[in-house]
């Protein structure tokens, strides 16, 4: 016998936008996305191969969206078109500090769409999840992330530090 598992997560709109789940048909942005160098430049560990990518997309079915991790495909409401990938979920090295994340495909930057993804999230992350504080973290040259955070109303906490540096 087959299960099926079935997930209750919310659909997120914006003005402009729609934050979804993940489906099948959506793996060839979701793979071209985290193989693109300029995309991935401060994502992460940075530019995925493309084994790296599908292994990540198995896992997002396999293992993330079985627990419940608020990752979503957005698109453009006006014409339904890919723009990028959001999320928010505890830090791998802080459980206690829920983190959001997002990146654009390169054709969907500087139109205003970082911002609005990243105010709905914390939107999403006070009123939905209930939480006492959102937090982001962002290269330290990546002044037009920094920015994007400012807009929707975060303000800078803390200096961190890993293998590859201050962030």
């Known amino acids: 016998m087959r299960r099926l598992l079935f997930l209750l997560m919310k659909i997120l709109e914006t003005e402009r936008l729609i934050f979804r789940l993940y ?3 959506d793996k060839a942005d979701f793979i071209h996305l ?12 940075g530019v ?5 990518a599908e292994a990540f997309w198995r896992k ?3 293992k993330l969206y079985p627990h419940n991790l608020k990752i979503w495909a957005v698109f453009a409401r006006e014409d339904s078109r890919f723009v990028g990938h959001a999320g928010i979920y505890p830090r791998p090295t802080k ?3 829920w983190e959001l994340v997002y990146f654009l495909k390169r054709d969907a930057w ?4 970082a911002t609005e993804i990243a105010r709905k ?5 006070f009123k939905e999840l209930n939480l006492p504080e959102v937090f982001a973290t962002v290269d ?12 929707a109303g975060m303000s800078f906490a803390r200096y961190e530090f890993d293998e590859q540096g201050r962030f």
């Open 23 to 25: 489906e099948e048909k």
């Open 34 to 45: 985290f193989t693109d160098e300029s995309v991935m430049k401060y994502v992460g560990d």
């Open 48 to 52: 995925m191969t493309l084994e790296q």
């Open 60 to 62: 997002l079915f396999e």
């Open 95 to 97: 459980k206690e500090d």
């Open 110 to 113: 500087v139109q205003g769409y």
């Open 121 to 125: 999230i914390i939107e999403y992350g």
């Open 140 to 151: 330290d040259e990546h002044s037009a992330s920094i920015k994007v955070l400012e807009k």
